[in-house]
């Protein structure tokens, strides 16, 4: 069964502090991984995408890794700021004929001053 | 200004009746999509348009109905025989259904029925 897990489910931290959010995969035939940022009540904004050839990727302060060996996907988070404050959403597409996107349940973060 | 525009922001029913939400995009793009979004859980795909007057049934289609009348358009009919309606509705578009297009989300509408 395709599944897409993240963890932790939440986390707060103090402003200007780093955190990486982590994001497990079985989903099969891999085609990429994207992370989604979604504030309160929004719909979700991408912020990057890797294919299975690509290690890392950043976006500005948020830089995603990819180890297809291993099925696992990071999104580190530097000096976070309190706009950081959302769900972040790990998401693998599967590829092929009708492109399925599998979504994780998302890893709610607080950022505090 | 482009984007995906999705409205009503909020929506409350009774049980029992239908409600459509609306949908609408100016990107030029062929594909469109109605995902579900529950707490704790992640976005389930209910309906996906690849190109005008086609639509396909996602993973949690029942209880849904659609139409591709327009590029832009794609509206969701959420029926009294969705079993659980209360949800957060997000409706997404891509350039074509491929993996290396991203796909891009409206804001969504959170249907309340009581």
């Known amino acids: 069964k395709n599944q897409v897990e993240q963890s932790p489910q939440s986390l707060i931290i103090l402003e200007g502090k780093n955190c990486t959010l982590q994001?497990?995969?079985?989903?099969?035939?891999?085609?990429?991984l994207r992370w989604y940022k979604q504030d309160t009540g929004r719909g979700p904004v991408s912020l990057t995408i890797?294919?299975?050839?690509?290690n890392t990727k950043s976006n500005g302060r948020y830089t995603a890794t990819l180890d297809a060996d291993t099925k696992q996907s990071s999104l580190h988070i530097t000096a976070s700021q309190l706009s950081d404050s959302a769900s972040y959403i790990c998401?693998?597409?599967?590829?092929?004929?009708?492109?399925?996107?599998?979504f994780g349940a998302g890893t709610i973060l607080r950022v505090k001053s | 200004d482009g984007g995906i525009t999705q409205s009503p922001k909020y929506l409350f029913r009774k049980e029992g009746q239908n409600v459509t939400l609306s949908c609408e995009q100016n990107?030029?793009?062929?594909?469109m999509y109605w995902y579900r979004q529950d707490p704790g859980q992640g976005l389930r795909l209910i309906y996906y348009?690849?190109?005008?007057?086609?639509?396909q049934k996602g993973d949690i289609a029942e209880g849904y109905s659609v139409s591709r009348e327009k590029k832009e358009s794609f509206p969701l009919t959420v029926t009294s025989a969705q079993k659980n309606p209360t949800a957060f509705y997000l409706c997404?578009?891509?350039?074509?259904?491929?993996?290396?297009?991203?796909?891009?989300f409206g804001p969504g509408t959170r249907l309340t029925v009581t």
């Open positions: 997404a578009s891509s350039v074509r259904q491929v993996p290396t297009y991203e796909q891009y």
């Open positions: 994001c497990n995969y079985t989903v099969s035939p891999f085609s990429n």
């Open positions: 890797m294919t299975f050839s690509e």
């Open positions: 998401v693998v597409s599967t590829g092929g004929y009708g492109n399925k996107l599998v």
């Open positions: 990107l030029n793009h062929d594909a």
């Open positions: 348009s690849q190109i005008v007057n086609d639509f």
